[in-house]
């Protein structure tokens, strides 16, 4: 699925892919802020079971570069941002391939999704990195995300920013 017809294409994950993920979870920059990948493989696995998340492989010209997920929280009993409104998806993402950290694709690659989400009928994406994760928060804000609030949730204290589709209209 290439977002309109730009250089980043998000395919839905295959099982075929788990190696090459967990090579990226194994890698420091992506384990500083996504954790043991282990846990994270065994956990995203499930995903390719579980319809409430839908993950996703980044990339760019055809090179697999990273992994995006989006999941409904309404979905999710008690999920701590089920007062967004109905048509909101969160999303989490990271660049796998380190050498194409910090170049902007992080940003664009969001941006992207984000409208396909949008063309999709998402009324809302939300994302909650680390508040200290500054170069996350950086790279949401050039997507086109705004702060919403500081939250402490089951994953820790988390920033909530927000883009709207209804934004993404007047700047097309």
């Known amino acids: 699925m290439r977002s309109n017809g730009g250089i980043y294409a998000f395919r839905p994950l295959e099982k075929t892919d788990l190696p090459l993920l967990k090579s990226w979870l194994q890698a420091p ?3 500083q ?3 043991d990948p282990d846990s994270e493989i065994a956990e995203i696995s ?3 079971e579980d319809p ?3 993950p996703y492989i980044v990339s760019l010209l055809d090179r697999p570069i990273g992994y995006i997920q989006s999941y409904d929280p309404h979905e999710e009993y008690d999920h701590p941002y089920q007062d ?3 048509g909101t998806l969160g999303i989490d993402q990271f660049i796998g391939v380190s050498e194409l950290t910090g170049l902007g694709h992080g940003p664009a690659m969001i941006k992207a999704f984000c409208r396909m989400l949008f063309e999709q009928g998402a ?3 939300v994302v909650d990195p680390d508040p200290e994760n500054h170069r996350a928060v950086r790279a949401y804000a050039k997507a086109g995300f705004r702060r919403a609030d500081i939250r402490n949730t089951e994953y820790g204290t988390v920033l909530l920013m927000q ?3 209804k934004d993404e209209m ?3």
Do not use: E, I, M, Y
């Open 33 to 35: 802020w996504w954790g």
């Open 163 to 165: 883009r709207d589709a």
């Open 123 to 125: 009324s809302r994406v």
């Open 170 to 172: 007047r700047n097309t």
């Open 84 to 86: 967004q409104p109905v």
């Open 46 to 48: 499930a995903f390719l």
């Open 29 to 31: 920059h992506v384990t």
């Open 52 to 54: 409430l998340v839908k």
